[in-house]
């Protein structure tokens, strides 16, 4: 095969993105169409919508980003898509896109799994993992903390038993009237609030899994209670603030209790939340107190995008795995 570089496809949830990566990382070029307009009056991502929307962005993207090499398709290896997890109807449209131009073009198709692509969204553009490494995967969709041999072996330590963090930032702030996407609008709020409200931290204290719908609706109470709070900047960004300090106590105890018992080079923390500069600043403390590197995507590569699976799909190349294209909502961490 030739090709410098891997087309990436990843439609797996609400944002339509197709990119160019080379093998070390470096990115050619990335286009990402996101739904937020289409999904704000729903206040959650609405699935028919979201494959709708896929299929009218995912060919122009494709046009825009191959225009980036003049169309030379001679560059391209092969077309790596997002084939799980994530929603049916939204996969389908990406895998189904990328069997259409590999056919067209006589490349390959690699089904890669999305939170493959996530755990390597740190060495996007420069920075390498240094392995054995523990990761936190906290995205829209999952919660998981795995450590890692290498970019290959993969074991999961726990997961969230209900709603994922990603998932929570966003039904908190759908609680306090904010847009989509909410993550970032409780991250910024946050910051300019006290933690001043008791809420609960969910299975702090026991092992690696994690539970977040208690702390969910226990805001939703406390501003049942106090619907004023909701209606002030200084009222929203101390629920904010309430909220998040729950969620960086309950992040970072389960680091820092896998950090006990695991001897690992560094700590990882990759998904939509990774974005969180809450987060960042809290994980990075974490690795200084433990004398281990700290590595985070930058925030553009930490939520959903198309450069993280091509970069992924050129591991599938390397190690010749070919798992085929059946889309699997389902797809667990550790499949290919
Ligand atoms: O990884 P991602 O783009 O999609 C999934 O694979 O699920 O993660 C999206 C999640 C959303 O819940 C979003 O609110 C959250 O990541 N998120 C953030 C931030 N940016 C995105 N959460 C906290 N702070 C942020 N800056
Ligand atoms: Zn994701």
Same mark, same amino acid.
């Given at each position: !095969?030739?090709?410098?570089? &891997?087309?990436?496809?990843?439609?797996?949830?609400?944002?339509?993105?197709?990119?160019?990566?080379?093998?070390? +990382?470096?990115?050619?070029?990335?286009?990402?169409?996101? %739904?937020?307009?289409?999904?704000?009056?729903?206040?959650?991502?609405?699935?028919?919508?979201?494959?709708?929307?896929?299929?009218? /962005?995912? @060919?122009?993207?494709?046009?825009?980003?191959?225009?980036?090499?003049?169309?030379?398709?001679?560059? &391209?290896?092969?077309?790596?898509?997002?084939?799980?997890? +994530?929603?049916?109807?939204?996969? @389908?449209?990406?895998?189904?896109?990328? #069997?259409?131009? +590999?056919?067209?073009?006589?490349?390959?198709?690699?089904?890669?799994?999305?939170?493959?692509?996530?755990?390597?969204?740190?060495?996007?553009?420069?920075? *390498?993992?240094?392995?054995?490494? @523990?990761?936190?995967?906290?995205?829209?969709?999952?919660?998981?903390?795995?450590?890692?041999?290498?970019?290959?072996?993969?074991?999961?330590?726990?997961?969230?038993?209900?709603?994922?963090?990603?998932?929570?930032?966003?039904?908190?702030?759908?609680?306090?009237?904010?847009?989509?996407?909410? +993550?970032?609008?409780?991250?910024?709020?946050?910051?300019?609030?006290?933690?001043?409200?008791?809420?609960?931290?969910? !299975?702090?204290?026991?092992?690696?899994?994690?539970?977040?719908?208690?702390?969910?609706?226990?805001?939703?109470?406390?501003?049942?209670?106090?619907?004023?709070? /909701?209606?002030?900047?200084?009222?929203?960004?101390?629920?904010?603030?309430?909220?998040?300090?729950? =969620? !960086?106590?309950?992040?970072?105890?389960?680091?820092?209790?896998?950090?006990?018992?695991?001897?690992?080079?560094?700590?990882?923390?990759?998904?939509?939340?990774?974005?969180?500069? %809450?987060?960042?600043?809290?994980? %990075?403390?974490?690795?200084?107190?433990?004398?281990?590197? =700290?590595?985070?995507?930058?925030?553009?590569?930490?939520?959903?995008?198309?450069?993280?699976?091509?970069?992924?799909?050129?591991?599938? *190349?390397?190690?010749? #795995?070919?798992?085929?294209?059946?889309?699997?909502?389902?797809?667990?961490?550790?499949?290919?």
């Amino acid at each position: !095969m030739t090709g410098d570089l &891997i087309l990436g496809i990843e439609t797996s949830c609400d944002d339509t993105s197709v990119a160019l990566v080379a093998e070390d +990382g470096s990115v050619t070029a990335c286009e990402t169409v996101n %739904q937020f307009t289409i999904h704000e009056a729903f206040g959650g991502v609405f699935p028919d919508l979201a494959s709708r929307a896929h299929l009218t /962005a995912i @060919l122009p993207a494709v046009a825009r980003v191959t225009g980036a090499i003049g169309h030379d398709r001679a560059r &391209i290896r092969a077309i790596a898509v997002t084939r799980g997890p +994530g929603l049916i109807g939204s996969l @389908l449209v990406g895998v189904n896109a990328a #069997q259409g131009l +590999g056919l067209a073009w006589g490349k390959p198709v690699i089904g890669v799994n999305h939170l493959r692509g996530h755990l390597r969204s740190p060495e996007l553009e420069g920075q *390498a993992l240094a392995y054995p490494a @523990l990761v936190l995967l906290a995205s829209g969709g999952h919660t998981v903390l795995a450590r890692m041999e290498s970019r290959e072996r993969i074991t999961a330590l726990g997961a969230t038993r209900d709603d994922s963090m990603g998932e929570c930032y966003d039904k908190v702030a759908r609680s306090l009237g904010l847009p989509m996407p909410g +993550g970032p609008a409780i991250d910024r709020l946050a910051l300019a609030g006290s933690p001043v409200h008791a809420l609960p931290r969910p !299975m702090l204290r026991e092992g690696y899994d994690f539970s977040f719908s208690g702390l969910k609706s226990s805001v939703a109470r406390l501003l049942e209670r106090e619907p004023a709070l /909701a209606e002030t900047e200084a009222g929203r960004a101390d629920v904010a603030a309430s909220f998040v300090a729950a =969620c !960086m106590e309950i992040a970072e105890a389960k680091l820092d209790r896998a950090l006990a018992a695991h001897d690992v080079a560094s700590v990882v923390v990759v998904g939509g939340v990774a974005a969180s500069r %809450q987060l960042r600043a809290r994980v %990075q403390a974490l690795a200084d107190r433990h004398g281990i590197a =700290c590595t985070l995507p930058p925030p553009t590569w930490a939520t959903d995008n198309a450069a993280m699976i091509a970069l992924a799909g050129w591991d599938y *190349a390397r190690a010749g #795995q070919d798992p085929g294209l059946r889309a699997d909502p389902a797809l667990p961490l550790d499949a290919w």
